[in-house]
Nanobody, 121 residues
Framework: QVQLVESGGGLVQAGGSLRLSCAAS????????TGWFRQAPGKEREFVAT????????YYADSVKGRFTISRDNAKNTVYLQMNSLKPEDTAVYYC??????????????WGQGTQVTVSS
């Protein structure tokens, strides 16, 4: 079983940057692919980025490609999301979850409590 805690959200102006962290408990963290998803008010949760168990492969939503970078440090049981060139439409609660592969998005679960990102125009 793995438990996830997101942090690093906040209020930033458009064009700014934030780095989110997802800290995992449990010895099996490196057994999972891990991903970031987000949910804006009134919308369903959507995929942002995923990373394979050892960080060799990544997968990004078209809307964030070239602006966001996902990475992981298994020694620290942590996954990061570096967000640059932020836009108001990036405003959402950001969640991390774990899954079996970077492409099996419907399988992701064990969501944390989320961290709010607000981008002002």
């Amino acid at each position: 079983q793995v438990q996830l805690v997101e942090s690093g959200g906040g209020l930033v102006q458009a064009g700014g940057s934030l780095r989110l962290s997802c800290a995992a408990s449990g010895r099996t963290f490196s057994s999972y692919a891990t991903g970031w998803f987000r949910q804006a008010p009134g919308k369903e949760r959507e995929f942002v980025a995923t990373i394979s168990r050892y960080g060799l492969s990544t997968y990004y939503a078209d809307s964030v490609k070239g602006r966001f970078t996902i990475s992981r440090d298994n020694a620290k049981n942590t996954v990061y999301l570096q967000m640059n060139s932020l836009k108001p439409e990036d405003t959402a609660v950001y969640y991390c979850g774990v899954g079996s592969t970077i492409y099996a998005l419907d399988e992701y679960d064990h969501w944390g409590q989320g961290t709010q990102v607000t981008v002002s125009s």
